[in-house]
Structures are given as structure tokens and as C-alpha cells.
């Protein structure tokens, strides 16, 4: 039996550590200058591939840290190598383009910029996918790695990558060299924020992580004419409707039920007046799935159904539809087993079993999944750091979890400093890990 003296001792042992945590202390003391960072990289976004002042300023924090930096890789990439004897080689990469979007999160910071897509459309630019949150861990990854050189032996190779919301960053870097210019990865690693887990928790997986993603377009062509005598035309709005209605069997009666497939059309263009029947309509896809089967049963029974529709519909022979599949697609993010199981344990091990989870596959893209698919020898992981705010958090699971704003929303704003924080920390843990004399 213990004495209240001995209780109230081993009461106060479970209340502190057990010893000073030399990357969790790092990355604390790093924190505040981090938040500068994150607020400047908040305020002024750049479009995929056109992150050029961004690009600059990481480059600039990895010379600082005592990094071999290389721009213009890909475009805009960034590589930044430190060498530090014999050992496996690291990738830890972060994403820095934004979106799209006017922001509408009502932060001091907030973003004011306004550019153009490559479409020419003028628009509002924001982080809503809060890459800005990447790229603010990984300096300070890059600061606690130079710092903590005496711990581990190996090389880290870090790398911004530019354009991955259109899914042509990783590949163009990759095409750049990335596996021949510099030292080619054993180990690849890169972290999302999540907008349906709290603030600081850590969401990891093996197996298909991210899905694949395909945009395809449909022109329907037809015979147009007057509204007054559609007998003398081969409507394509009407033949446009066939196609769309008759997509929706592919994952209902083509797609094993045990796979997971998306078959989504996002637009229908056709037509300029409501008396005049027009010569083609333009269907906008985006097809999702995990497996490069199913990608390829999705791609082939839409140019099939397209092509049937036509033909059912009495279309001439040079008038059948054109099914375009635009490159480049993004292939699945797959998290390989043993490397997922490991840094699992590490996470859990480091930051508590409350804040280390277990999470279902997205079907959102994302294209770190390239860089394990150049080379399938490299292992790979991209685990979700959340960034709900706590007090949204608790609010949204009164509702049934409704009502908080998803990535892409103008009205995202993760807690910033529990996400930075939480993720400089794994991946720093993860790379000393990795590279351990």
C-alpha cells in the first residue's frame, strides 16, 4: 500500500515527462517565428505554377539551415539536400500553390490577392486547402533536422512541390530529375491537413490513402436546327441527358460493390438560345477510384456508353461523341503496410493513442502519390494532421458533426499553430527515426 506521500510522488511522475523531448522542445521554440512565416505564406498565395515569390522564400529558409538548395525543378519546385554521412535517403515533401478562391476566414492575415487562371478567369487567391500549413511544418522540419545533426546519419532530401491541385507538380518534377539530379528517396514522406479531425490529431493508414482522379470531357455532337422542328436535327441536349443518365449504371452495375468508384459530371455546357437546337453540348467528368482496374473499367465503359447512346440516338457515323481523358491524372496516394504500421507506432508512441487514428480512404486526389509509383522500392506514407479548431470541434459533434467548412471552402482556417506544431514534430520524429545511427 502506498502513503499519501509516495501517491502524491507518483501522481506528480504521471503529470510531467519522463525526460526533456529534444523535438518536441525544438519545435516549440521554433513556433512563434513559424507563425510569422505561416502568416506571411497565408497572406499571399500563389496559383499552381506560379508560385514563384513562395518558392522563393522556402529556398531562402533551407539555405539558411545549411541546405544544398536547387530551384526551378519542375517549374518552381524547390530541392533542399543535407547530407550528413552514410545512411538511407528521406523525401519529406510540402505542396505550395493555392486556389482559386476569395477568402472569406475574416483573419487579420487574410488573403487579398487576386490574379488570374490560366483560363483568364480573374479571381480571389487563398490557401483553402491550407498548404500554407504544409510548407510553414516543413521549415520547421528542416530547422529542427539541420539542428539536430549529431542524431542521425543519412540524407534528407527536402522538396516544395509546386502545382499539386492540378495534379502536374510531382510529375514534373520527377521529370526534372528529381530521382537522377539528386539522391533518390528509400523513404517518402508527406503530411495533409484535415478538415474533419480536431486540431493536432493525426490520421494514418495503410493502403490507398488519396484516390485516383480523372477528368474527362464528353463533346456531344449532333445535327442542330430550329426548336420549332427538331425532326430535322439530332439534338445533343437531349442525347447529352441519354449519356449522363446512363453513366450513373457504371458504379451501380459495372463496379464490384466491394470497390469504391466515383462517376460525377460537374457541368453540362450546350446551346445559346431557347429556340435553337445546337450543334454540341460538352460534358464535364471527374471519375475517381483506387486501383488502376477499376480506373481502367470506369474510362473504358464511359467512352463505351457515350459512343452507344449515339448510336441509339440515330447520330451519323462522323458525328459520334469525342471522350477526351486529360493528362496528366492523378494516381492514387497508397501508404505502403510496413511503413505505415511503423510510423504508426512511432506517432502513437510520441503524442498518446487519443491523438493517433485510424482513417477511412478519400476520394480526394493527390499527387505525392507519384513519387512512390516512379520507383514502387521507395516507401511511402502521407498521413492528416487536423486542423478543426477544438471549439468548432465540440460544436459540430452537438449537430452530428455538420457545418464545419470542408478544404476548399473560402471559410477554412485550421488552427494553425496546433497543425504546424503537431506536424513538424511527427515528420521530425519520423525522419530521426528513419536515419538513427
Not at 458525328?319 to 502513437?348: C, H, I, N, Q, Y
Request: aromatic share 6%; hydrophobic share 45%.
Amino acid at each position: 500500500m502506498k502513503t499519501p506521500l509516495l501517491a502524491a510522488a507518483a501522481s506528480l511522475a504521471l503529470a510531467l515527462p519522463a525526460a526533456a523531448d529534444t523535438v518536441s522542445d525544438a519545435t516549440a521554440r521554433e513556433l512563434p517565428a513559424l507563425m510569422t512565416l505561416y502568416r506571411d505564406l497565408h497572406a499571399s498565395p500563389e496559383l499552381s505554377q506560379a508560385e514563384v515569390k513562395t518558392s522563393a522564400k522556402l529556398a531562402a529558409e533551407a539555405r539558411k539551415a545549411g541546405f544544398t538548395v536547387t530551384e526551378k525543378v519542375g517549374g518552381t519546385g524547390v530541392v533542399a539536400v543535407l547530407k550528413n554521412g552514410e545512411g538511407p535517403t528521406v523525401l519529406l515533401r510540402a505542396d505550395m500553390d493555392g486556389l482559386p478562391v476569395t477568402e472569406e476566414t475574416g483573419l487579420p492575415f487574410a488573403s487579398k490577392v487576386r490574379g488570374k487562371t490560366p483560363e483568364g478567369v480573374e479571381t480571389g487567391i487563398m490557401h483553402a486547402c491550407a498548404h500554407d500549413t504544409h510548407m510553414t511544418a516543413w521549415v520547421g522540419t528542416l530547422r529542427n533536422i539541420a539542428a539536430m545533426k549529431e542524431q542521425w546519419r543519412g540524407t534528407v532530401v527536402m522538396i516544395a512541390q509546386p502545382a499539386e491541385e492540378n495534379s502536374a507538380g510531382a510529375l514534373a518534377m520527377l521529370k526534372d530529375g528529381l530521382y537522377t539530379r539528386f539522391p533518390k528517396p528509400d523513404y517518402a514522406i508527406a503530411f495533409h491537413n484535415s478538415a474533419a479531425l480536431p486540431a493536432g490529431t493525426i490520421g494514418i493508414r495503410s493502403g490507398p490513402t488519396f484516390a485516383s482522379v480523372d477528368s474527362v470531357d464528353i463533346l456531344v455532337k449532333g445535327v442542330g436546327g430550329h426548336g420549332a422542328y427538331p425532326a430535322t436535327t439530332k439534338d445533343p441536349i437531349v442525347l447529352g441527358a441519354r449519356i449522363v443518365s446512363a453513366l450513373q449504371t457504371i458504379v451501380a452495375r459495372e463496379v464490384d460493390p466491394l470497390e469504391s468508384a466515383v462517376v460525377t459530371v460537374g457541368s453540362f455546357q450546350g446551346g445559346t438560345r431557347h429556340n435553337i437546337i445546337p450543334d454540341s453540348a460538352l460534358l464535364l467528368l471527374t471519375v475517381r477510384s483506387y486501383t488502376p482496374e477499376v480506373r481502367k473499367l470506369l474510362l473504358d465503359s464511359i467512352a463505351r456508353i457515350a459512343k452507344g447512346e449515339a448510336v441509339a440516338a440515330g447520330v451519323p457515323d462522323d458525328r459520334m461523341p469525342v471522350v477526351t481523358v486529360r493528362e496528366p491524372f492523378t494516381p492514387p496516394a497508397v501508404s505502403t503496410d510496413a511503413f505505415a504500421g511503423r510510423l504508426k507506432s512511432l506517432f502513437t508512441a510520441r503524442f498518446g493513442e487519443a491523438r493517433v487514428q485510424d482513417v477511412a480512404p478519400v476520394m480526394a486526389g493527390e499527387d505525392f502519390g507519384r513519387y512512390h509509383i516512379a520507383d514502387p522500392k521507395i516507401q511511402s506514407v502521407i498521413y492528416w494532421v487536423g486542423g478543426v479548431p477544438q471549439d468548432q470541434w465540440d460544436a459540430a459533434q452537438k449537430r452530428d458533426g455538420t457545418g464545419l467548412p470542408s478544404l476548399h471552402s473560402p471559410k477554412w482556417a485550421p488552427d494553425a499553430e496546433k497543425v504546424i506544431g503537431t506536424a513538424a514534430e511527427a515528420m521530425t520524429a519520423a525522419a530521426l527515426d528513419l536515419l538513427k545511427p
